[in-house]
């Protein structure tokens, strides 16, 4: 059972009751909290090693340290070193953000040395993979984006970035609005780009265009 299905249940979980110990309120704020979508309990069943983490209204604020390799360095000694320096930094959660090297042997490596929530962004490696197999980003399915988030939970990711504010009518705002600057995430861009490239071929992208003549 989830979190969500437990507070929905007007259950408290052990994660609540030591979450809302680090955070010195009730558990029962930590659990209605959970069930209103205002609060997220993170931590990996297959992540044990850590404590549980709750992020959200009426909470602390937490502090997000990234790190991660790049096609011009992959020195996996380097990234733990990152973890080390993040831990003693006081940060809340670590984010790896690879995209050089083996992208799954790091993230094991990162997990095992952190004592720290860890996050990833899916798309990232879903990206790597496209071209790796010779294929343009935009061939992407959505069973790649898929498996690829399997497996990150696989390995004990406890939380993932992903772009569900990149649809076809926020790019259609983004487009007639004439915005200064581009979209500045590297994961939204890929969708964006993904959702120009693909709309045509999927008859649920009508909209898409709709919207853009009508306005």
């Known amino acids: 059972m989830t979190q969500l299905e437990m507070a929905r249940k007007n259950k408290i979980s052990e994660e609540m009751e030591i979450c809302a110990k680090h955070e010195g309120v009730e558990p029962e704020f930590i659990r209605k909290g959970v069930e209103d979508g205002n609060i ?115 390995d004990g990711v406890d939380f993932v970035t992903v772009h569900c504010g990149i649809t076809k009518k926020s790019i259609g705002c983004l487009e007639i609005g004439g915005r200064h600057l581009g979209i500045v995430s590297r994961g939204g861009s890929f969708l964006a780009n993904w959702i120009r490239c693909n709309k045509r071929e999927n008859p649920l992208y009508e909209q898409y265009d709709k919207f853009r003549l009508k306005n």
Request: aromatic share 2%; glycine share 8%.
């Open 40 to 154: 997220v309990v993170i931590r990996n069943k297959k992540h044990e090693s850590i404590s549980p983490l709750a992020i959200g209204k009426g909470l602390k604020t937490k502090v997000n340290a990234n790190i991660g390799t790049s096609k011009d360095r992959t020195d996996v000694d380097q990234e733990l070193k990152k973890v080390r320096v993040s831990v003693a930094a006081g940060a809340d959660t670590l984010m790896d953000l690879s995209t050089g090297g083996d992208i799954r042997a790091i993230r094991k490596a990162i997990i095992k040395e952190s004592s720290l929530v860890i996050g990833t962004v899916p798309i990232y490696q879903a990206a790597v993979q496209m071209l790796d197999s010779k294929k343009a980003i935009v061939e992407m399915t959505a069973e790649d984006m898929f498996g690829v988030i399997e497996e990150n939970g696989e």
